[in-house]
């Protein structure tokens, strides 16, 4: 069972170009979210999607889009990179109970924009 | 804005030793508040949870302390392992919308 797989682990690029991050789940989850974890700042939410072809906005989501076109699927997209844009990116995915709301989270993509 | 309030920065505890990270919040639509762990290289996981109608939850050698008046929560780590060495994240959730909203992280260290 392998989770939450983010691809790329690692990347670099130049200001001004694109990229777009993939987050897979298979573990059926509705909702799935993207966060970036800046020293100092904790994690802090992009964009989050409550279900396929849904998505919504979150603390920072300037510079970036997404999509959810499958339910196991949440892409984020960076159109033009800044160097404001080096973070650590997780996604995580969770299906809230009653009892918990657990969000299960990836290991992380690590970009640095030069 | 930051709705969610964690100190201290980091924390260093002598092995055996008792951990304690506090946290505060603003929305009281908040209705779930989750401890995560965060090893080097790693991904948050969920540690241990609490919604507001307790005021005490524990789990080995976790406990989170739940005060709704004062809108704070702690998470307390008995007899401290150097293996619980990690970032700890508190967070909340709740106004329907299942968003996590999270601290800034307390870096804990706990020496041999």
């Known amino acids: 069972n392998a989770g939450v797989t983010q691809t790329p682990k690692f990347r670099v690029l130049k200001t001004g170009q694109s990229m777009t991050l993939l987050c897979a789940q298979d573990?059926?989850?509705?909702?799935m979210y993207w966060y970036r974890q800046d020293p100092g700042m904790g994690l802090r939410l992009i964009h989050y999607?409550?279900?396929?072809?849904?998505?919504a906005k979150g603390e920072v989501p300037d510079g970036y889009n997404v999509s959810r076109l499958k339910k196991q699927n949440f892409l984020l997209g960076l159109e033009s990179a800044a160097p404001s844009q080096t973070s650590v990116y997780f996604c995580?995915?969770?299906?809230?109970?009653?009892?918990?709301?657990?969000?299960?989270f990836g290991q992380g993509t690590r970009l640095t924009v030069v | 804005q930051q709705q969610v309030k964690q100190s201290p920065q980091s924390l260093i505890v002598q092995k055996g030793g008792i951990s304690i990270i506090n946290c505060a919040y603003e929305n009281t639509a908040f209705d779930y508040f989750p401890w995560y762990q965060q090893f080097p290289g790693k991904g948050p996981a969920l540690l241990i949870a609490i919604r507001p109608d307790v005021s005490e939850k524990k789990e080995g050698r976790f406990t989170i302390s739940f005060n709704k008046s004062a809108k704070q929560f702690s998470l307390h780590i008995m007899d401290s392992q150097p293996g619980d060495s990690a970032t700890y994240f508190c967070a909340a959730s709740g106004q329907g919308t299942y968003k996590y909203i999270f601290g800034t992280g307390t870096r804990l260290k706990v020496l041999a």
């Open positions: 999607s409550v279900g396929e072809g849904t998505t």
């Open positions: 573990m059926n989850h509705e909702y």
């Open positions: 995580a995915s969770s299906s809230p109970t009653r009892t918990t709301t657990e969000a299960f």
